[in-house]
């Protein structure tokens, strides 16, 4: 119930064309009112969408397949998109024996299945950089989740800063992103040399491809949040989708 | 021995009653007496009820499944609640073959059986919050824990702050809970929420749900230490145990 | 506007009593209604006694003098209970010449004054037990925070593990408290030996006493989380205020 | 030297209007050319500006006095903004004796001159957020910063978790933004909060207010790394700095 | 009270030479007999004497020059050795001026008084090697706590590991001692080659003598916790006195 | 070749009676004797139980059955005693099929074999102490390692600090050991207590028993490094080897 | 295109034998040239063996065989060595299966193939020495890697600082070599040591090996860094490839 | 006593030259020869310059004016080069006030006097590398130590990686250079780009300039251990003067 909504209702009471105590009673149904589902072990918030420009999207990992298919079933019969990130093949069937068909995205671990209507497309392009191979699956959660949200991706992987004419050589598809989603594990040095190249938004994924005093992920971490470089910012390491989720609302804007 | 009784004894003495010698033995007894039973590789302390008010609870994680029946077993003999946590089907199996009954909570990983007599009850309701569906396991373990210790327990799961109206819209709830166990993982931003919401005490349970900068937990568990909430304290990640200690200890006081 | 003033206006509505719109803006009003005072760097929570049941209390660290004593004169303004922690002398007169009088705690660090109303009584004793004498200033930090709150305090310092004798002989106070503050820094071990000694709630304070691998408390705060006595939850290092808002929260119910 | 002045210079070359070799000159001195100037101990990066849209910025830590205003007076003398930041008092007194004129934001520990032309305004409204009165030092770098590049701020400040009233009847203003930086410390819960409520970008900003295990601002690192909400990337423990420029970036798309 | 002395009690009762009530009280005074004097901030253990084999000893960190005084005065008024740690200049005029002469121990940072009696003295030679120079003060500390403890000490400075030839020149010195105390910060490498060159226990202190990932001694810390050499155990960083109270006991059996 | 064996060649040289080319060659021969065999990727430290006092141990972790035997081998056939850690029941089969007999210690994990003479008996009892019955490994590696070097063991487990009267009823063990080996996991607060009740050495094992803050050990390390009791060291995280060989030293001065 | 062929070039159109726009596309070309090879999830930098010295290196870990046998194809067929490290005997039969023969180092877990020109020699010999037998996976890593690149290699294992011995008595050998590599796990102190002993470059490799406090490597690698001795550097934890690749160099000086 | 004077000793007593007992205390006289100083407080290593090749260097932080004054008062009696590093002006005056001229170098906090004779020269040139001109302090420490060790150094100033084409325009000198010294704050990344254009050594050096996540240089520390570059080692952070004998001794071979 908005503002002229709240208007109508008391001009109406004031007319005598609605009981007071029903006013009443809708007033406070308004306020009340709960826009998720509670399946018990999980509250599905169907506002979300209205709210933040995408549905919600379902974090798999320490849920078990049933825990899942029950949520996936609720967003697919609104008609909504559904993204499950951090999951596995054996979810991706359990999901897909209660909403029919649905895409397992294996290097991106991710299951996919598009809503009724698709999303408003970004803007731009979002370009989506990795420093090396074993940083695919990372990069693939951030390219997967970003196409399910509407935008345009562009791959530019292995170009890691230990052979540099990689990387620029590829100046031009740089200059053409509108965002970018610079993925790179070990030392994590990636985003600092694209960030003093172009002048586009920046988004840093660590991941925690390395070893020994690598502590899974946390040098490069460390390395991206003391980036020398303007127009740079981090998310949690090996977190593609977070960053797909950041990039996505900045190419919609 | 207590006080009264040690004045009896003495008088008994002084009455030609009692000899000395048969006096001394018994304080002597009385001061060496160790309520307790040595099984050799545990001491079972049977004690633990009329100190502490609940009997000693087994910590089943690493040990071996022939270690924890037979202190089962010790604790049944006595009539005394039994309460086993961390543990797994394999030991209930071994619990039930000497204990006769026993029950198994599978989400909670605890196997429990009730002592001959019921403890007493708590005075008001502990709610158990949690912020996702993947904290059920720490959630659910502190349930199950505040049950046996006699408390009515309340449920509210996957209210967390990413969608604040599912919390908002439970304000009533909060309100009517006498203690709050409140779980979360990844930044564990619940507890604070909550602790500025409602005037009673919030027991913040971090979980170790997350990946990458959680470091196992340990980003909750910073992040609940360092609440901005009054009323708010917190035990280790993924206790679900400890904080139904606290929070019934608060409900029957 | 609660739920049966609500109703009143709007059966006055249908009586014609008052015109809709004017029932309008005061139900958008009431929405609207902000409980704070905005100071431009600081909102002032009026609303935290009704909410919490004890007004907003100021942190000092990291503010200017002028900042604090601007949020002073608003709460005092209000007769509301005035309580800065974490502060200085300096602040305490800057505090002192906008507000008339008000008392500077030198060892907890404190500056109080008390409110029009006193605050209603707690139902028992709050005991605050220290292991050593370095300790006191968080330990006074807590239990003239716990008085200011309305509750009877006992203080028990120098009580540490490695001379045990000198706790053990005083059970009967442990005994008699409602609610247990224990601090303790180095191993932090006092809430392990109290938590097992007595049935009440223990909110456990690590200090940052001690030196080398205590790393400015950590050791002390590990220990704690990690005990093995039930009954027990910890709050920040130092942090003598937040063990009394959840002490003071549990004798209040 | 861009690609149509090469294709010009060769056929001249072609037309023997110029000589091979002062053409093979020409050439080579483009590509060896360094659009930098060498002060011995520091390199100014005069092209910055139209690589990435902004020019250098000197980030004042650990750098003497006359260092920054040697820096300073060369940027000056192109004309070009200037921005320093993490200064004092008395780098600003070095400075503008160098440079004439130049302003001290105290709070926000910055000196700044406005270049010769103003920078390209950005599309929308920088909101900047903070949890506390005593984060207002890393929320005003971020906020003179951005202004310095173009963007308009609107500034909300103490609007921490704890008294969530503050925030939620803000909303209107969080949703007039374009982009957000939102600054807290302790347990750094107020970006997930607001990446819950608004579609924007986020961008957080943990700051080192705090005490005990905050750890110098880890713990609202490690909160905001983990944050459960949308569209939500962080920079480095009070960079405010750094939070403006990816927000400028963001805002000028 | 002891066992003897109880059987004469109760067969005093059992000859009606006293009452039995007084009897009780005697028992009762007896158990609740507290061997500590309570000065308010602190309880100065008297019985640790008795029990550990010398007085409590006076950690002097965080403690104000009039508390330390006050207990030392508590100390020498019963004739004890009297030893404080971690001090100033500043505290010991402040004990002197109430307990007469102390000694000043300016590299060590301790105040020192010997006792009415002797203490027992060791059965050999301590010996205290450090790596380095830097680490005399800790080294000094054990040297002097040692002596005060009654036991013969030998001072081997300076023979860190990277000039291998000024340790192995000393093996004689070595070999002689009884329990050796080796002192070294940076990597802390000294202990596992001595515990590999003789067979007497080695107690090591890692020194927080060192910058940068020394991390406050962290570094030597860890190096000698996970020495392959046989026969070494540690004391906290920087901990002199307390690797000196183990040799003592050592030295003493 | 020791000193004297040295004068009376250089003697036989002078007299004629042996060639000085030939005593070069011996003198040359002693000072370059390795007392250890070269297996290539293993160098037996025959030596060490001359320098040290008993043979050298062999680490179990991360070394193939096939080089574990292979080192017994050349042990046993020199009748040295034979002591493996860390190891597992394949090692302990491949070990018996190259040296014959040989013991399998489950729950140690030790496979040991007596050498042909057994090892000086130590003066006293190494009485062994577990807080817990998970810290039965740790405690057994202590007290198996322990008796193969000639010290009486006493065992006493399940006495940690949260049933306080489970260790003071057994003071007067306690009191007849002449070391104490005192393992603890989760806070390891059992030294602080045992270091406070009797005044031998106690050599503090931290255990890795825990979960979530425990850190794999960490807490309780810091905690026994921390200790506020006089006459503790602490050796590795589960290092129960390394405490016997502290404790046994200690045992045979 | 380097100088000469420039001016070469342009001489040319100046001499009017090429046209000034194919000369023009020419030059564009060079500058664009990619001396990699793309394969979609990975850029083969054919360029680096000119650039660096040495073939690209195939790092195996996260990599899946199908990807590690694609790129070993594109390098084998350039003639190239192939290296990989990190990798498992899986990946050893996929690159075998398209490149032919590949030798399997079980050890070292390394897949090598010579190239169709033998690298240049290095100028003298390279020590590998390593403190235990479990260090021996990284030692192989390092011992192999540096013969694929031309360098004679020296064994020398299980020489740790608790048989000091047997290190002191291959001082020749240490001698003799021109660069040292130096692995060590536990406590890390053989590279001091050896950093005393000799004058050449000490090029030091923690390894993973140890427990508890060793936190996988950071104890050794903490130790290395903080080395008291002259002329070491470190690399990564386990990192035997690195350290050849730092030796490699300085050899080929 | 070398091999060949041991033969001729040996051979002069078999020609009765010598007499057999004269000889043996020549043989023992060299075996127990201490090539080194006694202070009592410090050990000076007259040895080390023969057997590393440069003199002990006398480590500044934590020593009193008087005892560094006293340790360079022995080197410079022996005509030795004098180097004392992380000093102070105050020690300076004390040094030259006993060794007459001395030369105070205030950025690379270092005091230096020239020995007797020249150090060897070294083969190529050093260039030392920093990423900003914060980092200056650290960098000069190694120039300066280097060219006192006979090294001829090139600096390269102000080059980090967000201003790449500074550094690409200075790849002349950096392929000039015979080894690299890289110092770099923040994310260290310098080192991974300066490893990956050139073949030489690089010895990486982590500066501790930054703030926040920057953890006093741990942010470039693990990301220069972690580096995906060829070809690189590290120093501890800060350690300019690590870094100048590594790359001197390769400098000298």
């Known amino acids: 119930m908005n503002e002229s909504e709240l208007r109508q209702l008391l001009a109406a009471v004031g007319r005598g064309e609605i009981a007071p105590e029903s006013a009443a009673v809708r007033v406070l149904d308004a306020l009340r009112a709960a826009p998720f589902e509670d399946l018990g072990f999980a509250r599905v918030d169907h506002h979300r969408a209205v709210r933040l420009g ?50 397992w995205h294996e290097t991106a671990r991710i299951v996919s299945r598009p809503g009724a209507t698709p999303p408003p497309p970004g803007h731009g392009v979002i370009l989506v950089a990795s420093a090396g191979t074993s940083d695919l699956p990372v990069a693939e959660e951030a390219a997967v989740t970003a196409e399910m949200m509407g935008n345009t991706v562009d791959r530019l992987y292995d170009v890691g800063v230990a052979g540099l004419h990689r990387l620029l050589g590829e100046r031009a598809r740089l200059a053409q992103a509108r965002v970018l989603i610079v993925v790179a594990g070990m030392e994590g040095a990636l985003p600092s040399v694209v960030g003093g190249l172009v002048g586009v938004p920046v988004v840093a994924v660590p991941s925690s491809v390395g070893y020994g005093a690598n502590f899974h992920g946390l040098s490069a971490l460390l390395g991206m949040l003391n980036t020398c470089a303007p127009g740079v910012a981090v998310v949690n390491i090996d977190n593609g989708f977070g960053a797909a989720t950041m990039a996505s609302r900045i190419n919609h804007l």
């Open 54 to 103: 995408f549905p919600e999207v379902v974090f798999g990992q320490a849920k078990t397949p049933a825990q899942v298919a029950a949520i996936a079933a609720r967003i697919a019969a609104r008609g909504d998109s559904l993204l499950i990130t951090r999951t596995t093949a054996e979810v991706h069937a359990a999901v897909a024996s209660v909403v029919g068909e649905a895409t």
